[in-house]
Structure formats: C-alpha cells, structure tokens
C-alpha cells in the first residue's frame, strides 16, 4: 500500500458523510448485475464530488463545500452484528501487510540506527519511506499526518462499521433513492411501490433500523436505463412523464450498460470497484455466495485463521504458561516440548492449499459492460443528485431547525426556567461531571428542544459549516449537562472539539479537554468502548497533526491500559481477541509517535513495539507481531540488556517458525545460543533443544546444508581447581563415622 499523506482534515470529513439509501426494484437489479455489481456499488467509485458545492445557512450567508463525499448504502433493517464486525476488523488487518521488496530504511535517533526495513521479514512500514522529507513536512505543517497502512485500513473500517444510535444523528439516513428499471411494464406505479415500501420501513413499528434523520425524507427517483437491450425512446417519455410528477430536481435518468459484454473487446476498461468491494459493507449484510461484497469473508486467512488453528497447538499450552494479559510480555517461557512445534506447523501445511485455491477463485471482473462514457453518466449522475437535490434539502431542513428552535426553545426553556425557581426558591446548583450519576434509561422524546439543536449541529457539519455547528454543540453540551444526559453530553462534547479545529483560521484552541471527558464519561458512565475508542482516535489524530506526539502518545496508551475494566463490567464491551488487536494497534501508534517527537523516544518506542507485538500475538496476528518483534530489536541488540534480547530473539524465532520461516527461525534461536549466557543451566538446555528441533526441521528441507557451529562451553582457568588423589581430612572423617556406627565392625564379632 503507498505512503499515505491524507490529511487530518481530510479523515475527519471522509468519517462524517451524509448518508443516502437506496431501493431498488428487481428489474434494475438485473441490469447492475451484468457488472456483478449492485447499485450502491456501481456508484460508490464516484461519490466523492471533484466541484464544489454552495449553500446558504440561516444568516443568508454563502457556504463553500470543498471535496464532499456522500454514502451510499442498501436499506437493512437489521444492525450490523458485532461477530461480523470483530471478524471483519480482524480479517483487514490480517490482508493489510507490509509491501515485499522495498529498499531498506534507516533512521539516525542518537545512537541508534534503526533499520525499519527489516530484511529478515521483508517488513516495511511505508510511513517511513523518504522519513526524512516525510518528518520535515510533519514539523512544518498542521496539515498532514502519518500512520501504518493496516491501522489506516482498521480505522476506516471501524468508522464505517459504527451503527446508527439515538444520542446523535451523524449516521441517520438524509435521503432514499428509489430505482427503477426502464424495462418495467409500469414504471411510476414501480417508483410508488417502492416510496411506499420506504415510507413503511421509516414511519412503521415493525422497524427500528435503519435510523432516519427527519420524518420527511428526500426521496429521489432514478431511472436505470440499460442501452445494450432497452427502448431509449420509452425511456424518454417515461423520464418526461417523471419530471412532470416529480419536478426537475427530484428525479433522473441514468443510462448504462453501452456495451452487451466485454469479450472480444479490446478495449480495456479500468476497474475503480476493486479497492471498495475488498472493504464489507456493513449496511448490507447479505452474506450469500453471489455478492461480491462478500469475497474478504469468504477468504482463509493464513495470518489470522491459520494461525488460531496453530495458537491451539502452540507452546503456551505446554509451557503452563496461559495465555492472558497478565503473563507479562518480557516474560520468558520455558517450554517443556518442543515436538509441538511439528503439530502447528503441519496445522499451517495442511490449511494453506485451502487457502491459496479460495484466493485464486475469488477474482470477479467488475463493470465489464461499462465504458468510460459509462463511467462519465455515474458520476455526473451522482454530482446531479448531490447539487440539486441533497444539498438544496439539507440547506431547507437547516433553515426549519432554526426556525423551529428560535420560536420553541426560548419559550420552552424559560418556562422551565421559571417554573423551576418558582417551586424550588433558587436555582439547583450544575452537578460536577465528575459525580456518578443514573442516566440510564434517559431518552429525549424525537421533538425535544434539545435534539433539534444536536440535529441542527450534525446537519452543519455534515456540509462543512464548522462555525455554526461548534456553536449548536456547545449549547446542546450546556442542556445535556443540565439534564444530566451524560450519554448526548458526551457525543456534543466530542463534536464540539472536532468542530473547533475544523473551523477555518482556527479561531479558537483546539479543546483537547473536551475529549478527555467524552472518552471518560463514554468509558466510565456508559460502559460504551466503541464510542469511546471513536473519540480516542479522533482525538490522537489532532494531536499528532498539532506535533503533541506526547499528548497522543498518553492518550493511546490510557486507552489500551483502561480497556480491561471495562470488559470486564460492562456487558456491551467486546470480546478478549478484538480487544487485543485494538490494543496492539493504539500501542503500535503510540510508539510512533515516541519515535516522531523532536528528541525522538527510542528506547520507548522500542518497549511499546513489543507490547504491540504481545497483543498482535494474542489476537492471533503473527505477522504484525514477528514485525514488532524485529524493529524492537534493533533497539536493544548490542546493548548489554541480555536477558530482553533473549526474550526477543526466542519470540522473533518461535514466531517465525509458526509462519514457517524456518531459516529466521533458526537464526533467532542461534542468537541465544552464546558463550557469555546470562541465563540459567535450564533455560540455556532449553534454548538449545528449541533450536536443534528447528534445525532438525530446516534439515529435514535441505539434507545436503552444512552442519551447525554451535558455541562450545568455555572454561575460566583462573576460576579453575584440580584436586589430585584423595582428600585426606575428608577419609579421616569418613573413618570416624563409620567406626563411631559400627564399633565392632560391619559384620559384628
């Protein structure tokens, strides 16, 4: 994957889309297909608009939109489940590895030069890449940041796995496509249908997912258009009969499909669909053997299932050491059994076929009867939708909100206001944040004062009003305080900080405290991680853009040290494996930036690279960990720390050998075999009898390699004491105790 330079900006807003849905009929379904593709997928490659867009907030005031993205998604009335969330994040990570083959990297920091492109491995992390052009542009600018492709891929994949919740409104669907098929008999009684269908699963009981953002929902009527088989002209009338019914902005005709296939074609089409249908769309859960949305599922991961069949058979279960949070990570093992080694590594022989043959049948060609004119429809299609509709009835609804809360809320609030001091006498004082409080059970009704205001708030937002939503989040912070709604404080408090950095010119300091108590009251009150993990990286993500490298540094870690409570005592916190693998991610994250302050942290970054490389292993992550493993190596390789380089050496070998890099094993596992051990007779006999097992295994590969040279025992001569003969003073004792037994000899008279 390449060097990432997205900036801070950038993530945030690609993290907070408006959300669109889409219906479609069965008939325009079959001609997405074709592409084996349906239709949120046809159009996700061109939902980011290359123009700006304009509206005017309730001031009247002009409002630039730069670079937005929009989201589009099937209707699913079912929450993303949290096994499939787990197992996606896990499978991301596992995909998500370090490119072979790039030119190794060496970074000076005071006596250390770290080789990040560790050749043992062929590890790279591609942040480091030109580091030094890289660092200067980090210490010159607020703008970009820096970070490892697979936490990237996590990342992204966490922010799109969050499910819709009541306390906000930034996941709540804004609009509904509604698609049809220009093939169908009765087109505009196909587009009634389906608004009624939508209209039921929004206003109906039956449903309480998805979440939507108003009662009125933009409805926005497509029609699929298939040129290879349809009647064009029918498609035009119909389209007219469309724009009469539902105005010129409410509806569209989208022509694809300009070719019937793509064999004997010789032009060759690029295939943008590729790197988004590689990523679960968790709002369509369709789990079934014709999605290609389905195909990471459906892959055995050599990294992360292999190894859990291999972590069954693994020394731990041997050595009596169990493997949880509480065997310290520089703690020594002393296996007892070496032949488990051949159990997990005939676990991973055996796997793998199944593995490679699932790889080589899961390439789909997508879009094969599109072209490039093809390619222009969509996204001006989308750019259409966007311009002409969306943002025309967010700017509407905006100004409805404002509308709504300068006549209710006022009045509301002083009547409460006043009705409150004429029965208590005075006004009750604001509890600390600080205090416990039971807020559970606490929902706003959909039409109080202050949803309106956290509506209000997201929608500016979502379009990149910074000013005007920092000011909706810190009065709706101020009421929910007031209410003791701990769980919608939390949220205004999280946003209202990411709005006043996001705010042009940056006005105002970025609040760092105001995430500091989300993160706490997310954690501590609600027993919600997810939120809290959330607001953590949205948080560390501004601090490290700020060079606060320490501040994220501390905040990461905080979050990977706390974390084990929570699970613990709360019943929505996730399991041991996913709680391992976020650890290992923000330990990984907070070396980097130990290693990125101005007077860069080695020996800290070193000592929290094998931390993340203890929690990629407990999540079953071997090759994240192998690669933690290798690049704290080179930190306290030569520096008298013997007894952690063993550790390391013997956990770089035992891990590369479950990955069946037999000769990094075997060089691991010779490293530890040295003259001046400082480990005891035991540990030295079981270091050896791991490495003559791995040998024996490598030998076993390559009988004709040369015999190993094995440090032999030295002997100090000046240490050294030879007794010749007998000890006399020891056989006169000897003497006397027998004779002092036996008076009269052995045998008696």
């Not at 994957?1 to 849905?21: G, K, R």
């Not at 074709?34 to 996700?44: A, C, I």
């Not at 560390?540 to 501040?551: D, G, N, W």
């Not at 709680?579 to 990125?596: P, V, Y």
Request: hydrophobic share 35%; charged share 20%.
């Amino acid at each position: 994957m390449a060097q990432c330079l997205q900036s801070v900006q950038e993530f945030i807003q690609d993290s907070f889309v408006p959300m669109v849905a889409v219906l479609c009929s069965e008939d325009a379904e079959k001609v997405t297909r074709k592409n084996n593709l349906n239709f949120s997928e046809l159009v996700r490659p061109f939902c980011r608009l290359t123009s700006e867009g304009h509206m005017r907030d309730p001031n009247n005031q002009i409002q630039v939109i730069k670079n937005l993205k929009i989201n589009i998604s099937n209707i699913v009335t079912q929450p993303p489940q949290p096994t499939v969330i787990r197992k996606m994040l896990s499978e991301v990570v596992s995909v998500s590895q370090p490119a072979d083959g790039l030119v190794a990297n060496v970074i000076t920091a005071g006596d250390y030069d770290l080789n990040i492109s560790d050749r043992s491995i062929k590890a790279s992390v591609p942040w480091y890449n030109n580091w030094k052009e890289s660092l200067m542009e980090l210490s010159t600018s607020k703008f970009f940041t820096a970070t490892t492709p697979w936490f990237e891929a996590y990342r992204e994949n966490f922010f799109q796995s969050m499910p819709a919740s009541d306390h906000e409104f930034l996941n709540h669907y804004l609009a509904c496509m509604l698609v049809v098929s220009s093939r169908e008999a009765e087109p505009v009684e196909q587009f009634l249908k389906l608004s009624q269908e939508q209209h039921q699963i929004q206003h109906s009981n039956e449903y309480s997912y998805p979440k939507w953002f108003i009662p009125n929902t933009l409805k926005y009527y497509v029609l699929l258009h298939d040129i290879s088989e349809g009647d064009e002209q029918r498609a035009d009338s119909v389209y007219e009969e469309m724009k009469q019914r539902y105005g010129t902005q409410g509806c569209y005709l989208l022509k694809i499909n300009s070719r019937s296939s793509a064999i004997g074609s010789d032009e060759q089409i690029p295939d943008p669909w590729s790197q988004y249908l590689q990523k679960i769309n968790f709002q369509n859960q369709d789990f079934n053997d014709e999605s290609p949305s389905v195909v990471i599922n459906s892959k055995n991961i050599e990294n992360s299932i292999n190894a859990e069949e291999a972590d069954e058979l693994d020394f731990s279960s041997k050595d009596g050491v169990p493997n949880n949070f509480k065997a310290h990570p520089l703690q020594l093992d002393h296996p007892s059994d070496p032949g488990g080694h051949l159990d997990s590594l005939e676990a991973l022989k055996c796997t793998a076929p199944v593995s490679e043959a699932k790889k080589q049948t899961s390439v789909t060609t997508h879009g094969a009867c599109l072209t490039l004119n093809d390619h222009d429809r969509i996204r001006q299609f989308i750019q259409e939708f966007t311009f002409r509709g969306l943002l025309p009835h967010i700017e509407k609804t905006i100004r409805q909100l404002n509308d709504q809360l300068v006549s209710r809320k006022g009045l509301s609030r002083s009547l409460f206001s006043a009705t409150k001091k004429w029965f208590s006498g005075s006004k009750v004082p604001e509890k600390s944040i600080n205090e416990p409080k039971n807020t559970a059970g606490l929902l706003y009704p959909p039409e109080a004062p202050e949803l309106q205001i956290r509506k209000m708030a997201d929608l500016c937002f979502l379009v990149q009003h910074y000013d005007l939503a920092y000011s909706c989040y810190h009065t709706a912070k101020k009421d929910f305080l007031n209410d003791q709604a701990m769980l919608y404080a939390a949220g205004a408090l999280e946003m209202a900080a990411i709005s006043a950095f996001l705010q042009p010119g940056a006005p105002r300091p970025y609040p760092a405290h105001y995430m500091d108590t989300a993160i706490q009251t997310y954690k501590d009150m609600c027993k919600n991680m997810v939120l809290a993990e959330r607001c953590a990286l949205l948080s560390a993500e501004v601090l490290k853009s700020q060079t606060k490298y320490s501040e994220a540094a501390t905040l990461l870690i905080r979050m990977t040290s706390e974390e084990e409570s929570v699970s613990v005592s709360s019943p929505l916190a996730s399991c041991s494996e996913d709680s391992d693998l976020r650890s290992a991610l923000l330990l990984e994250q907070a070396a980097h930036c130990f290693i990125n302050m101005r007077s860069p942290m080695v020996r800290k970054f070193a000592f929290h690279m094998i931390l993340a490389g203890h929690r990629y292993s407990k999540a079953g992550q071997k090759r994240h960990a192998l690669r933690c493993y290798c690049q704290a190596m080179q930190v306290y390789k030569g520096k008298g720390w013997s007894l952690a380089e063993d550790h390391i050496n013997f956990t770089i070998g035992r891990q590369s050998f479950t990955l069946r890099q037999l000769e990094n094993a075997v060089s691991a596992f010779r490293h530890i075999l040295i003259n001046d051990s400082k480990q005891t007779a035991s540990q030295q006999g079981t270091f050896l009898r791991e490495y003559l097992y791995v040998y024996k295994s490598v030998s076993q590969l390559s009988p004709e390699g040369p015999l190993p040279q094995l440090p032999l025992p030295c002997i100090e001569s000046s240490a050294t004491r030879v007794f010749f003969g007998h000890d006399r003073r020891l056989a006169e004792e000897t003497s006397r105790r027998l004779h002092h037994s036996y008076p009269h000899g052995p045998y008696g008279e």
